[in-house]
């Protein structure tokens, strides 16, 4: 079990509306553990839904862009949880194949294009330095405007913090989860 308790049920009104208010509204899985456990302080789980949520809506950094990014940081980052959930729901929703998901943790080479061989360098270089080289901007700048390059850097981001979350309260991933690759 994690570190911190997650919210258990029945819920007030409020604690289920902000529990429910998480995640894709298709989504077909139970309210998410780290959901359960950011609700015990409401005020701030509502504050980081919104941020959240924003890399979803009205974006303009394409789908597989954003999920190959995000992969690669929880990969980078060791965020089993994290990337479990992103690997089995969005994966597929973005056209990020299991074994896609698979290398981004292990390393392996899959055919990735040119232009996601330089994102991944870029989630690469970002989390080892916290920065982009002019060369990596400009890289990056062949497949993505400034907008999409800005919007990445703030998922990025945002799933480090994430992950730094799940990591620290040492959450286990949830039975539809997609497993951390054995051979990682």
Same mark, same amino acid.
């Given at each position: 079990?994690?570190?911190?308790?997650?919210?258990?049920?029945?819920?007030?009104?409020?604690d289920?509306?902000?529990?429910?208010?998480?995640?894709?509204?298709?989504?077909?899985?139970?309210?998410?553990?780290?959901?359960?456990?950011?609700?015990?302080?409401?005020?701030?789980?509502?504050?980081?839904?919104?941020?959240?949520?924003?890399?979803?809506?009205?974006?303009?950094?394409?789908?597989?862009?954003?999920?190959?990014?995000?992969?690669?940081?929880?990969?980078?980052?060791?965020c089993?949880?994290?990337?479990?959930?992103?690997?089995?729901?969005?994966?597929?929703?973005? %056209?990020? =194949?299991?074994?896609?998901?698979?290398?981004?943790?292990?390393?392996?080479? !899959? /055919? #990735?294009?040119?232009?996601?061989? &330089?994102?991944?360098?870029?989630?690469?270089?970002?989390?080892?330095?916290?920065?982009?080289?002019?060369?990596?901007?400009?890289?990056? %700048?062949? =497949?993505?405007?400034?907008?999409?390059?800005?919007?990445?850097?703030?998922? !990025? /981001? #945002?799933?480090?913090?994430?992950? &730094?979350?799940?990591n620290?309260?040492?959450?286990?991933?949830?039975?539809?989860?997609?497993?951390?690759?054995?051979?990682?």
């Open positions: 079990m994690s570190r911190v308790a997650p919210l258990a049920p029945p819920w007030s009104e409020e289920a509306a902000g529990i429910n208010s998480w995640g894709h509204p298709d989504r077909s899985y139970e309210p998410l553990l780290l959901v359960r456990c950011l609700q015990r302080h409401p005020a701030m789980a509502a504050k980081l839904r919104k941020l959240g949520e924003s890399l979803y809506v009205d974006t303009k950094l394409p789908p597989r862009v954003r999920t190959i990014a995000i992969l690669r940081i929880c990969a980078l980052v060791g089993a949880y994290e990337w479990g959930g992103q690997a089995a729901f969005w994966g597929p929703i973005a %056209g990020v =194949s299991d074994d896609e998901c698979d290398a981004l943790v292990t390393g392996a080479d !899959v /055919g #990735w294009s040119s232009d996601e061989k &330089t994102l991944i360098s870029a989630v690469d270089e970002l989390e080892h330095t916290g920065s982009w080289t002019a060369k990596t901007w400009a890289a990056l %700048g062949h =497949s993505l405007s400034d907008e999409q390059r800005m919007e990445l850097l703030i998922a !990025v /981001g #945002w799933y480090r913090t994430i992950c &730094t979350l799940c620290g309260l040492d959450l286990p991933t949830e039975g539809w989860m997609r497993s951390w690759p054995a051979s990682a």
